[in-house]
């Protein structure tokens, strides 16, 4: 006695959540049976085997065909097929596009092309995440930059829009696809202590200050692009390092902004002067597109370079959060020295920081800094 | 020409890519009635279309309007080649045609293929404006409602009940016709679902033409099948019961609906029954107020019923139906084609009623369950285009159905009037003069098909069948004949002349009549009987293998292994239901499938201990071989577990019936031993008589004996049987006997599997037990799917088998799972009472609490005894009010009959208070909210983007919701076909998939329809046929089912005071347009 077809349809469609994540972590049929069973569902259920293959290959199935329907969120919404409760509906949706950090860690800032895809099997066994559950977050990721990609407005709110996703999983999204289009390099392993969230945050300062947008001009792409106008005013930055004076001004402006809001306070005042020639010379050279890309790389190797001269001051920047802040702080810290010499009128689109609050606690006092 | 359909398409959405180039498509809709096509414009380089076209006029007859379906279909424009077609909408425009269902069909339909499925939505607005049509000779019956739900609608009250309706239409199977050799599979499928849709609705309009001719207005519990008996054509064939109903004004709150009844009054008597119904006519008797009126309408034929017992002796007579089924056999090899039988004058022929459950004291006795089956060969057409191509024009013509098919519906007909006359008798024979719960079914394999028949024999109140009107006068009649609670179980027949022998004791309830030990019925439990503990579903499974034969051979065969079918079908059934420790089974269904080379039987019903019957008793077994110690040992062990089972159920299901010293009854009960012995002499002294009493006392119910291994196999099989786990009960019935709190939560689901035998080792026994786990695995998966919803019930549990191929069996089942609170049964009964009174002093208190003081005063007159239900039901009519005992009783029917005579009250009261009822009357009509409430769906299609909620269910009410409206019936056929079964995830992809598909499009009709549930919904048919080799399956669906508006109860408190108005409102336009 073979069972040839065994199927159940429900009026609602039934969503069984446990079976959701293991089939989004892309378990077989036969696996997610297995780790079923070791969670003692059938002792608490009294079910057997039997039962419980036939419930996962039917909840499979289901989600399998809605697969098709979760490429375009607003799509599931609208569809007459399946009646899915709204609860039902956003929590699909958020599930499957939800990410793992040690994958995505993998391909930020990769071209997401065939080529990345090919990849995946090596990034599936170097994380230990299976490789279906690599490929569609790979395609999600894929999916969602062709959708932003050329689009007006903001690029979160074109995710969210398009995606249907959560405040916080559309503003990592905007992360990854600002990453993927400027190719920022970040698999060296002198980055590898830095965190998803870690870049997540840069991208987002990045993405209110460098970018086309941040000059509120209404293009395709303004969120995505770096604005090559403001890469190309870095340059006139020398002066802080060359001139005296304004090094003086800058320092003063810095430390006044930053007192009691950094731990190594004391040690960044006393080796302010080298910290920020490091950061204008990695400033400077970002007109060429090789260097843009190296732009993390840099900062961090920057950061080193100087450990070797004031050991007392890197010992707390080597650290992720500390070497984040004062990267963080770089880049933000070009904004108001740019206003300082530009001609330009200020753009209050720049000024506008109050997300970073919203981010995790350490970097709060980076908002602070700026809005001095 | 006496209608006018008009159509607007507004827009698509979703439509599929259709030109690669442009990932784009070029979409226009053409729109087909009848013969008249129209077109939209082409809508270039879109997935959403906007087409809003103008309206598409189509001026028709009634009649075809009744017939033909509104075909719509979406095309791909292409400049150099044909057009592609994108998919198919056909809409049923039924629900347009009577007063006071749908006035607009408007929403989002599935654009449907038969090969892609569902490809996109189009936007549809259908209107139709009916004029006035008084030829007598007309062939349209225009305005007849059609209910699928098998029980008087909750929104109505029954005037009278007619009877028994039937037809049915034959046509040939385009898939078998000539052109099916050239045509495409998908071409084929399209012209067999267009086909199908305009058979349904002729055989409605038919059904409709006999409902007027009886002076009804409605069909209840009408069931429609489709028999695809291959080569020798289609049938389409319809049962059903016609009825007077007389719509409830606003069931759901106080204030009276119609605001001006003495208009309604006037008028009503103008109203000529050819003509009453119809949209143009609106002032019909439909909106009336008060019962007494109608009697004036209606001159009522009387049914020829026989009332009292039957003439003594004449149950022995009535040969057994398996005689009877084996000369029918006989005789239909031989009639093939030849003498079609004269039809007779078919009015009240059969006495039966396909309802299920019943207004109260409509059923005064059961007899028990008959029924009837009959093998018969289909006949095989000569069809010369096997031949050859040159055959080709000639066989057209051969083909075609007018000529050929002349004699087929009559031979059909006669096949079923047979079956019918057979049942008739076998009530007869029970002592009763009609046939309850009737359906009837077919199994076709090949050229055989097997035609069943069931009901249960019952005795009515023919006081319901001339004029129902005559209420309290009815109430005090039945005061005296029966007491609540018990008078459907005694016996009908005569107790010296016994149709069959059966242990009869006095009823454990009233002590005066006599009852039978066991009862059987195909009903649904009645509302007043008094039930101890809780029901539970109860199976019977059974395979027989037969030798592969050919036509009449293989006819024989089957008729000689059907009646042993049955016979095992009802010993395990008894002893189930004895191992339950319960007395009576409900909504019994018994199946029998024919396959190439098995036959299939499987019996659902739902067990229950009935107060009335006596305590079942145990189950003994016997060994035939007493000698042995060892065996001895065996068997008493073997009993031990029986009666361990037995223990365990009865705590199970709460079945603790008060102890009643047998003295007081005057007949004690024998010991289990003593009374089989008792019976079995007595079926030994009678003949035949014995073969007719499946349905009654039976000596193996009692003692098992094990003589051979196989009756081993029969006794562990007994007890393998699982329980469903805690917290989970099911049933087949429409309501779970010992529960009565239901919560609103609602998962109505279908399920399919099917199981492919290794052809080695086919044995009865084995295949027995494939069946059987077959069945149980199916159970317990539901179990486990729906284990969030605990503690809940599976109701309306409904298995049907198929056997598509030689080694392939196909279980399909479809339930409702509904949730229940454990701990609130006897808080809600306060907390109703309590609301109720809130409510009815907030709202409108003089108005309000008039009905309920004169409801209370009135109570003692009353046969229903606590003043608090009665209240509440009148009240609040909810259709389940917490039961102060474990009884579980649907006090909703007793709501009815109180509204309407709460009617009459609020009648007089209006008089007073009319003024204050017309003010919120005007104001509801501009208030946006009233409106909204009702139908807002075609407002706006594209504003409101998200999808509205359509619940499906297999029962016939929502809980903790009220019926508001009926839409109409919603009566669907899909094909869907498969080129590439693996791309798709197999069989079970397919499948899963198609139904999915058609549950949406059922949503979708019923929402455009501007309904938002579909009841009494009803999978007929799902024929699954694959062919894994060439890479193919092919499906076909029938569903049906009632369109509804429910309120949720909760709303209903907030919006009391809008409600009605709202439901008032197309009565009132409509009366404004007449007068």
């Given at each position: 006695m073979t069972s040839e077809l065994d199927i159940f349809v429900g009026n609602t469609t039934l969503i069984d959540e446990d079976v959701y994540r293991l089939w989004l972590d892309g378990y077989s049929v036969g696996d997610a049976v297995a780790l079923r069973v070791r969670s003692g569902i059938l002792e608490q259920t009294g079910a057997t085997a039997a039962v419980l293959q036939s419930d996962t290959m039917d909840h499979y199935r289901t989600f399998h065909m809605l697969e098709r329907l979760l490429h375009a969120p607003p799509k599931l919404l609208h569809q007459l097929i399946y009646q899915i409760p709204p609860s039902r509906q956003a929590l699909l949706i958020e599930r499957y596009y939800a990410f793992d950090e040690a994958f995505v860690r993998e391909v930020l800032?990769?071209?997401?092309?065939k080529g990345t895809k090919k990849d995946l099997d090596d990034i599936s066994t170097k994380t230990g995440i299976t490789l279906k559950s690599c490929r569609r977050q790979f395609d999600n990721f894929k999916r969602v930059f062709k959708v932003v990609e050329?689009?007006?407005?903001?690029l979160v709110d074109n995710v969210q829009q398009h995606f249907l996703l959560s405040d916080r999983l559309a503003r990592d999204y905007a992360a990854i696809v600002f990453f993927a289009n400027n190719?920022?390099?970040?698999?060296?392993k002198k980055l590898q202590y830095l965190s998803f969230g870690d870049f997540a945050f840069c991208a987002e300062l990045m993405i209110q200050n460098w970018t086309l947008g941040a000059v509120d001009s209404q293009v395709d792409d303004m969120d995505m692009d770096l604005d090559k106008e403001f890469l190309q005013d870095l340059?006139?930055?020398k002066v802080l390092v060359a001139d005296k004076d304004l090094l003086d001004l800058h320092k003063s402006l810095v430390c006044t902004a930053l007192r009691g809001k950094l731990g190594v306070f004391s040690e960044m005042e006393a080796n302010f002067k080298n910290l920020s020639r490091g950061l204008v010379n990695v400033a400077t050279k970002l007109t060429h597109n090789k260097d843009v890309r190296d732009l993390f790389v840099d900062l961090v190797e920057k950061e080193s370079s100087q450990s070797c001269e004031a050991p007392s001051c890197c010992a707390p920047s080597v650290t992720p959060d500390g070497c984040l802040h004062r990267m963080a702080d770089e880049q933000s810290r070009f904004a108001p020295k740019i206003r300082t010499h530009e001609p330009r009128p200020p753009k209050p689109s720049r000024r506008?920081?109050?997300?970073?609050?919203?981010?995790?606690?350490?970097?709060f006092f980076h908002s602070g800094f700026i809005e001095v | 020409m006496p209608g006018k359909l008009k159509v607007k398409i507004v827009a698509g959405r979703?439509?599929?890519?259709?030109?690669r180039a442009s990932d784009l498509t070029d979409a226009f809709v053409e729109v087909k009635f009848g013969n008249t096509t129209f077109k939209t414009d082409v809508y270039p380089k879109?997935?959403?279309?906007?087409?809003?076209?103008?309206w598409f006029k189509f001026e028709v007859d009634d009649e075809d309007l009744q017939d033909e379906p509104l075909q719509i279909t979406v095309l791909d424009h292409d400049t150099y080649s044909a057009n592609d077609a994108i998919g198919k909408v056909y809409i049923?425009?039924?629900?347009?045609?009577?007063?006071?269902?749908?006035t607009v069909i408007s929403g989002w339909f599935p654009i449907y293929d038969?090969?892609?499925?569902?490809r996109g939505e189009i936007n549809v607005v259908v209107k139709v404006d009916l004029f006035n049509d008084?030829?007598?000779?007309?062939q349209s019956s225009c305005g007849v409602k059609f209910f699928c739900?098998?029980?008087?609608?909750?929104c109505y009250r029954a005037v009278i009940i007619h009877g028994f309706v039937e037809e049915l239409v034959v046509n040939e199977d385009p898939e078998y016709q000539w052109i099916d050799r050239i045509r495409t599979p998908r071409a084929s499928n399209e012209a067999r679902q267009r086909l199908i849709s305009l058979m349904s609705g002729e055989l409605q309009r038919k059904i409709g033409l006999k409902v007027l001719e009886m002076r009804g207005n409605a069909v209840v519990g009408y069931l429609q099948c489709f028999d695809?008996?291959?080569?020798s054509g289609l049938v389409v064939r319809a049962i059903g019961t016609a009825c007077t109903l007389d719509k409830l004004s606003s069931?759901?709150?106080?204030?009276?609906?119609?605001?001006s009844p003495s208009k309604e009054m006037k008028e009503s008597?103008?109203?000529?029954p050819p003509s009453h119904g119809c949209r143009s006519t609106h002032?019909?008797?439909?909106?009336?107020?008060?019962?007494?009126?109608l009697t004036q309408n209606f001159s009522v034929s009387v049914p020829?019923?026989?009332?009292?017992?039957?003439?003594?002796?004449s149950a022995g007579k009535e040969g057994g139906p398996f005689k009877a089924l084996l000369r029918q056999q006989t005789q239909s090899a031989l009639e093939q084609r030849g003498g079609s039988p004269h039809r007779f004058?078919?009015?009240?022929?059969f006495p039966f009623f396909t309802l299920t459950a019943f207004p109260p004291?409509?059923?005064?006795h059961v007899g028990g369950v008959v029924s009837a089956r009959s093998v018969k060969l289909l006949d095989r057409i000569h069809n010369p285009a096997f031949v050859g191509i040159m055959g080709n024009t000639r066989s057209y013509k051969l083909l075609d159905w007018n000529s050929f098919n002349s004699d087929e519906p009559e031979t059909r007909d006669a096949w079923w009037a047979e079956i019918r006359q057979e049942i008739k008798s076998h009530a007869k024979a029970l002592g009763c003069h009609a046939v309850v719960g009737y359906s009837e079914s077919t199994s076709i394999c090949e050229e055989v098909c097997i035609l069943s028949a069931s009901g249960t024999a019952a005795v009515l109140n023919p006081r319901f069948l001339q004029d129902g009107t005559v209420e309290g006068c009815l109430e005090q009649r039945l005061e005296e004949n029966l007491p609540a609670g018990?008078?459907?179980?005694?016996?009908?027949?005569d107790e010296l002349n016994m149709p069959f022998p059966a242990h009869l004791t006095y009823?454990?309830?009233?002590?005066?009549q006599k009852v039978p030990d066991v009862l059987f019925t195909?009903?649904?439990?009645?509302?007043?009987a008094t039930v101890i503990g809780k029901g539970c579903l109860i199976q019977a499974r059974l395979c027989r293998l037969k030798k592969k034969a050919q036509a009449e051979a293989n006819a024989t065969a089957i008729s000689n292994l059907l009646p042993f079918m049955e016979y095992e079908v009802h010993t395990q059934l008894m002893n189930k239901l004895k191992l339950k420790g319960m007395n009576a089974l409900f909504g019994l269904r018994i199946q029998i499938t024919v396959g190439e080379n098995m036959l299939m039987g499987l019996a659902s019903a739902t067990g229950v201990y009935l107060a009335a019957l006596p305590t079942p008793g145990g189950i003994q077994i016997a060994g035939k071989?007493?000698?042995?110690g060892s065996y001895e040992q065996h068997i008493s062990h073997m009993q031990k577990k029986i009666n361990d089972t037995i223990a365990k159920n009865k705590e199970l299901y709460e079945i603790n019936p008060p102890e009643i010293s047998e003295e007081i009854i005057g007949s004690p009960i024998p010991e289990p031993r003593q009374r089989s012995r008792l019976l079995r002499s007595q079926s030994e002294s009678s003949d035949e008589v014995t073969e007719l009493d499946l349905s009654h006392g039976k000596k193996d119910a009692f003692v098992l004996e094990i003589d051979d291994t196989d009756a081993m196999e029969d006794v562990h099989s007994l007890l393998t049987d699982v329980p469903p786990p805690s917290g989970f009960y099911s049933c087949n019935?429409?309501?779970?006997?010992?529960?009565?709190?239901?919560?609103?939560e609602i998962q109505m689901f279908t399920s399919v599997r099917v199981i492919r035998l290794?052809?080695?080792?086919?044995t009865n026994h084995a295949l027995n037990k494939n069946f059987n786990d077959l069945c149980e695995n199916l159970l317990k998966s539901l179990y486990f799917k729906l284990r969030?919803?605990?503690?809940c019930c599976l109701c309306h549990v409904n298995f049907t088998v198929s056997?598509?191929?030689?080694?392939l069996i196909q279980v399909t089942v479809t339930a409702v799972a509904i949730t229940f609170d454990k701990n609130q049964a006897l808080q809600t009964t306060k907390a109703h009472v309590e609301k109720s009174l809130q409510r009815a002093s907030t709202d409108n208190e003089e108005l309000l609490q008039f009905p309920l003081e004169l409801c209370s005063d009135s109570l003692?007159?009353?046969?229903?005894?606590p003043a608090k239900e009665h209240l509440e039901s009148a009240s609040?009519?909810?259709?389940?009010p917490a039961a102060q005992r474990a009884t579980s009783v649907d006090y909703s029917s007793f709501a009815d009959r109180c509204s309407s005579w709460i009617e009459l009250i609020k009648l007089k009261a209006q008089t007073i208070r009319r003024g204050s009822i017309k003010t919120t009357v005007t104001v509801e009509k501009t208030s946006p909210m009233g409106e909204g409430n009702f139908r807002?769906?075609?407002?706006?299609p594209c504003a409101n983007s998200t999808v509205g909620v359509v619940k499906m269910t297999p029962l016939s009410f929502i809980p903790?919701?009220?019926?508001?409206k009926y839409l109409g019936i919603i009566n669907m056929f899909f094909i869907r076909e498969t080129t590439s079964l693996r791309e798709e995830g197999g069989v079970s992809g397919f499948l899963h998939a198609f139904i999915a598909e058609v549950f949406a499009m059922v949503r979708a009709h019923v929402a455009a329809l501007g309904g938002n549930a579909v009841v009494s919904?009803?999978?007929k048919q799902c024929v699954f046929m694959e062919n894994p080799n060439k890479n193919q399956a092919q499906c076909l669906i029938n569903v049906s089912g009632d369109a509804v508006v429910f309120a949720r109860e909760s709303e209903l408190e907030v919006v009391s005071t809008q409600q009605p108005a709202a439901n008032c409102q197309p009565a009132c336009t409509g009366g404004e347009v007449t007068t």
């Open positions: 800032g990769k071209k997401l092309s050329e689009m007006r407005g903001s190719r920022f390099e970040t698999g060296k340059k006139e930055l506008n920081f109050n997300h970073s609050a919203t981010g995790p606690a350490p970097y | 979703h439509l599929p890519v259709m030109d879109s997935l959403n279309p906007q087409w809003n076209s103008e049923d425009i039924d629900p347009l045609l009577y007063s006071e269902a749908a038969t090969i892609h499925g569902i008084l030829n007598r000779f007309r739900t098998t029980s008087i609608p909750k695809l008996e291959g080569e069931p759901a709150a106080f204030l009276p609906a119609c605001n008597p103008l109203v000529h002032n019909s008797p439909i909106h009336t107020a008060t019962g007494s009126r020829t019923l026989i009332y009292t017992g039957m003439g003594s002796g004058c078919r009015r009240r022929e004291g409509f059923l005064v018990c008078g459907f179980c005694h016996i009908p027949y009823c454990y309830n009233c002590r005066k195909t009903i649904d439990l009645p509302t007043d071989t007493p000698n042995d019935t429409e309501i779970m006997p010992g529960i009565n709190n239901w919560t609103s290794s052809s080695l080792n086919l969030s919803m605990i503690p056997l598509p191929e030689d080694e003692p007159s009353h046969p229903f005894p609040s009519n909810s259709g389940i807002n769906r075609s407002a706006a903790g919701a009220k019926i508001t919904y009803i999978m």
